[in-house]
């Protein structure tokens, strides 16, 4: 790719490694989006598959090349398996993206959260400002899925999750931001009907780990992956007339995805430290 902008060089160079790998990416994830987020992760060309029972996840988490838990929809057996399934990806270097889907909407989901992130670190952990909040903060609450904040409110909930768990956390909003050991990155890629469409939040967790497969830097991956869920997203509103419409241009978008777009579109920027 030619390019002056290093970001965007280096996010096509991860796109295109992604697409000649196909890594396998294991979701233990919710019933609402299963189909969807599968279909993502084929478009952007990576490899789904969705294993939840405790007698295979550990085996399933061995043939992966990364592991998704989102906690979407809750069950006790469900809650065994991604402790079984996050311990086996630790033991052998899988990376774990995860997504506490309404994190403070009830108190026995706030604490599987907790729960799982004491016992074993993700690598990654993904979601939207109202989520991380309540990871963070007791009694911060969540209406369900949406978020009551924008990233910006959860900079410092962020900044201390990820002191707390050594995780990178990629935080959703208007602007995107990755809290990482080295500082901040800044996505400002997307469009306001985003939010309206069930799933894509889901779908960032789901391509955050498949960026994460092919790139062992953590923030970048959770950066290019949300740069990606950006520009698509952009690109599907482009062409459509309301989120039915929408969720067919994404996954259109997300296959067609090419370097020109991303050099003259790409809107990402660091800071240099936390504040």
Same mark, same amino acid.
Not at 179 to 182: D, L, P, R, S, Y
């Given at each position: 790719m030619s390019t002056t902008n290093p970001a965007a060089g280096a996010l096509w160079q991860d796109l295109q490694r992604l697409r000649e790998r196909s890594p396998l990416v294991h979701s233990i994830t919710n019933y609402v989006v299963m189909n969807s987020t599968a279909? &993502? /992760?084929l478009a952007l060309?990576?490899?789904p598959v969705m294993a939840h029972a405790v007698e295979e996840v550990e085996d399933i988490v061995g043939i992966a090349s990364a592991l998704v838990i989102n906690i979407g929809t809750l069950s006790r057996p469900w809650v065994d398996a991604m402790h079984l399934a996050m311990a086996a990806a630790r033991r052998r270097g899988v990376p774990v993206v995860f997504d506490p889907v309404g994190a403070g909407a009830s108190r026995w989901r706030t604490q599987v959260c907790r729960d799982l992130l004491a016992a074993t670190p993700p690598t990654i952990v993904r979601g939207n400002a109202s989520e991380?909040? &309540?990871l963070h903060i007791a009694g911060a609450a969540t209406r369900g899925v949406d978020s009551r904040d924008d990233a910006e409110a959860a900079l410092e909930a962020g900044q201390a999750l990820a002191a707390s768990t050594g995780a990178v956390v990629s935080i959703s909003g208007p602007v995107d931001l990755i809290?990482? &050991?080295?500082g901040v990155l800044a996505v400002g890629n997307g469009h306001p009907i985003m939010p309206r469409v069930t799933g894509l939040g889901c779908a960032a967790t789901a391509l955050t780990a498949a960026f994460a497969a092919v790139n062992p830097d953590a923030? /970048?991956?959770?950066?290019h992956a949300m740069a990606v869920m950006g520009l698509c997203g952009e690109e599907a509103a482009a062409h459509s007339a309301g989120p039915g419409s929408f969720q067919v241009a994404f996954l259109d978008a997300l296959y067609a995805l090419d370097a020109g777009t991303i050099r003259r579109r790409l809107r990402i920027e660091r800071r240099p430290t936390l504040h």
């Open positions: 279909n &993502a /992760l060309g990576a490899s991380i909040r &309540a809290v990482g &050991a080295g923030a /970048l991956a959770a950066a």
